[in-house]
């Protein structure tokens, strides 16, 4: 059975104070992963797309990479309206039309 | 602008009563699913359909029902079945390219009275 599990369920960091957020998998034949971000009562907004292993991805003070195992999505200087929940998501091989969802990571940044 | 409207924003059950939620996108899209979302939880496909006429069950599609009539629209109906369907519910939509991200309403948040 695909899982995908996100660490650490809660984050809460200073403005300026630099993190990474992970998310690990366990699936047979990854063909995508993705990353999305949720504000409270909003559906999830894509921010990225990653298919292989060494890839990264750019966008604001977001920075997203990839290994076989797991991603890391790092966020450089944050500030307030970073804060949301950070979802990820994967598609595979025996299920390429479906995405298997974490469980999220809920970041807080304080001014 | 193109996107995915979902309705109503709030929506309340009584006991016994079946709800239907609206998804509708103008994004010309051929798939379109439908997800629960539980607080402290990920996602959770209930149905979805990758052609008009057609749609597959999720992993949790028990006291669910679909259609798919129409390409622009897919309704859910929460029936009496379900016996928890205090949640929060989230329409999607993708592209023929299973590459391409699924595309996301803002929701309804479904209550018992």
């Known amino acids: 059975e695909d899982q995908v599990t996100q660490s650490p369920e809660a984050l809460r960091l200073q403005e300026g104070e630099s993190s990474s957020l992970n998310c690990s998998y366990t699936v047979s034949g990854l063909r995508g992963l993705f990353w999305y971000r949720q504000d409270p009562g909003k559906g999830p907004e894509f921010l990225f797309t990653?298919?292989?292993a060494g890839e990264e991805k750019e966008k604001e003070r977001l920075k997203a990479t990839l290994t076989k195992k797991e991603s890391f999505l790092h966020i450089t200087a944050p500030k307030p309206e970073d804060s949301a929940t950070y979802l990820c998501a994967v598609t595979t091989s025996g299920s390429a039309r479906q995405l298997t969802f974490g469980s999220g990571t809920q970041l807080t940044v304080l001014p | 602008d193109g996107g995915i409207t979902q309705s109503p924003k709030y929506l309340f059950r009584k006991e016994g009563q079946n709800v239907t939620l609206s998804c509708e996108q103008n994004?010309?899209?051929?798939?379109m699913y439908w997800y629960r979302q539980d607080p402290g939880q990920g996602l959770r496909l209930i149905y979805y359909s990758q052609i008009v006429n057609d749609f597959q069950k999720g992993d949790i599609a028990e006291g669910y029902s679909v259609s798919r009539e129409k390409k622009e629209s897919f309704p859910l109906t929460v029936t009496s079945a379900q016996k928890n369907p205090t949640a929060f519910y989230l329409c999607?939509?993708?592209?023929?390219?299973?590459?391409?991200?699924?595309?996301f309403g803002d929701g309804t948040r479904l209550s018992i009275l």
């Open positions: 990653l298919y292989s």
């Open positions: 999607a939509s993708r592209g023929t390219d299973s590459n391409q991200p699924q595309h």
């Open positions: 994004l010309n899209h051929d798939a």
